[in-house]
């Protein structure tokens, strides 16, 4: 905490001192005797919004204090003095979602970086999906598994229904839907079994999908996409999105389907019309799409690409706005933290992590894991959590240089508030956790 008051200390310095001191001499003199006025004195010196949420996370009655004396709010203006007379419709609530969202592209771009890694599946794991604080990853066994993201333990799991292989899946707050290739399946979060498994009769070799309640899109082998009511469970419409088959898709706000094809391109589809509105096209195709990721804040459509290609097209005009090879291989994955117009993730089979500038396509920072030096355990869990350093790839510098134990191939990854899951093929799962930028 950075905090200073007319003598120089910080909130945080005052109260150690006074901890310390009540410890030493046995006065009682700790944070828990300071009546309300020293503390809200001590609080409203923070100059730092996280500083004092952190405070407020402490127990109720510091919490309290700083809610009932509208310290969030006082700091709020004293950032911004021209808000408090102001009719303006900015809410206190957008300014601190922008104050953290500037924090986690910060720490993405120049931050340090910690990886956790730990053996999570008995075989291996392919893909991976995170959503508020939960990580979700499987395919390659019987399982899927869910871990917290913050503290990288494990939640809970999900049996996939016997003679079946997953190829997909992905999950909200409630449920996980999961695609085999001629089957939907649905679990609640909190139960491991499948409370529902779709006939199968509507299509077959699905090979990718996306979930925007109530309905589920899959892309197929044939170029087609079906669109499946989960409530009604029926199949509700078809699609024909290419000649070719679809091999990755994602859902707009809008109800739009985007879905990329081993042609290189990606189609756009209204579900409500039921019409295809259009192409985007990649100057270098015929190549595979890989993975999308749409913005909705930008709207602005990514995407990977079997030649290393990273694209992006402004789904406004359906016009490229840039398509540079950050990769010499192909890439598996792109994913941004949602409202984010800053940052995009990328990985692939050369096994760099790359961060590209959204609007440019511009790497901002190239890092692998270091599983050379040793690493340092972190947890006594049946899940054995290793903490291991994160190193800098040099801009410019020839991947085929570094060693293949320094960089194995990202199967997957998903972004979530200044952390990036990956997996890898194997049974381990790591977790990148960025810090603020140091001064």
């Known amino acids: 905490?950075?905090?200073?008051?007319?003598?120089?200390?910080?909130?945080?310095?005052?109260?150690?001192?006074?901890?310390?001191?009540?410890?030493?001499?046995?006065?009682?003199?700790?944070?828990q005797s300071l009546n309300d006025d020293i503390l809200r004195s001590v609080f409203s010196r923070l100059d730092d919004h996280f500083?004092?949420?952190?405070?407020?996370?402490?127990?109720?009655?510091?919490?309290?204090?700083?809610?009932?004396?509208?310290?969030?709010?006082?700091?709020?203006?004293?950032?911004?003095?021209?808000?408090?007379?102001?009719?303006?419709?900015?809410?206190?609530?957008?300014?601190?979602?922008?104050?953290?969202?500037?924090?986690?592209?910060?720490?993405?771009?120049s931050g340090p970086a910690d990886a956790y890694q730990w053996i999570g599946h008995p075989m291996r794991a392919t893909l991976c999906r995170m959503r508020g604080g939960s990580i979700l990853t499987g395919v390659g066994d019987k399982f899927l598994r869910l871990w917290?993201?913050?503290?990288?333990?494990?939640?809970?799991?999900?049996?996939?229904?016997?003679?079946?292989?997953?190829?997909?899946?992905n999950f909200d707050e409630n449920k996980i839907v999961g695609l085999t290739s001629s089957q939907i399946c649905i679990w609640r979060r909190s139960e491991p079994i499948s409370i529902f498994q779709s006939g199968g009769a509507s299509f077959n070799h699905g090979l990718c999908m996306s979930f925007a309640d109530p309905e589920v899109v899959?892309?197929?082998?044939?170029?087609?996409?079906?669109?499946?009511?989960?409530?009604?469970?029926?199949?509700?419409?078809?699609?024909?999105?290419?000649?070719?088959?679809?091999?990755c898709l994602t859902i707009t706000d809008d109800q739009l389907i985007l879905g990329g094809s081993t042609f290189g391109n990606v189609a756009i589809a209204d579900q409500t019309s039921g019409q295809k509105l259009g192409v985007l096209k990649s100057a270098y195709a015929p190549l595979a799409i890989r993975s999308l990721s749409f913005n909705t804040n930008s709207h602005m459509v990514f995407a990977g690409s079997s030649a290393g290609y990273?694209?992006?097209?402004?789904?406004?005009?359906?016009?490229?706005?840039?398509?540079?090879?950050?990769?010499?291989?192909?890439?598996?994955?792109?994913?941004?933290?949602?409202?984010?117009?800053?940052?995009?993730?990328v990985g692939g089979i050369d096994g760099v992590l790359r961060l590209i500038c959204q609007r440019t396509g511009d790497i901002i920072r190239s890092i692998i894991v270091d599983t050379v030096c040793p690493a340092e355990s972190t947890s006594r869990s049946r899940h054995q959590i290793e903490?291991?350093?994160?190193?800098?790839?040099?801009p410019g510098a020839q991947v085929d240089n570094i060693s293949t134990r320094l960089r194995p191939q990202i199967t997957s990854l998903s972004v979530g508030m200044k952390k990036i899951v990956t997996t890898h093929g194997e049974n381990y799962i790591r977790?990148?956790?960025?810090?603020?930028k140091k001064s």
């Open 1 to 31: 905490m950075e905090a200073s008051s007319s003598r120089g200390w910080s909130g945080s310095a005052a109260l150690k001192r006074r901890r310390g001191a009540g410890a030493c001499s046995g006065s009682g003199s700790t944070a």
């Open 51 to 109: 500083d004092l949420a952190r405070c407020a996370a402490v127990c109720s009655s510091w919490n309290r204090i700083i809610v009932t004396a509208h310290l969030m709010r006082e700091l709020y203006y004293k950032r911004n003095p021209p808000a408090r007379g102001s009719s303006s419709n900015i809410s206190v609530k957008s300014y601190f979602e922008a104050l953290a969202m500037d924090e986690h592209t910060s720490s993405l771009s």
């Open 148 to 169: 917290s993201a913050e503290t990288c333990k494990f939640m809970n799991e999900y049996n996939v229904p016997n003679a079946k292989t997953l190829v997909d899946f």
């Open 218 to 247: 899959i892309g197929c082998e044939d170029g087609r996409a079906f669109v499946y009511d989960m409530y009604s469970r029926s199949c509700s419409s078809i699609y024909r999105l290419h000649s070719s088959p679809v091999t």
């Open 310 to 345: 990273a694209h992006c097209w402004d789904l406004r005009t359906l016009k490229p706005l840039w398509e540079p090879r950050v990769s010499p291989n192909v890439i598996y994955s792109v994913h941004h933290l949602p409202g984010d117009t800053t940052t995009l993730a």
């Open 387 to 394: 903490k291991k350093r994160v190193r800098e790839v040099a």
């Open 431 to 436: 977790v990148l956790k960025f810090g603020p």
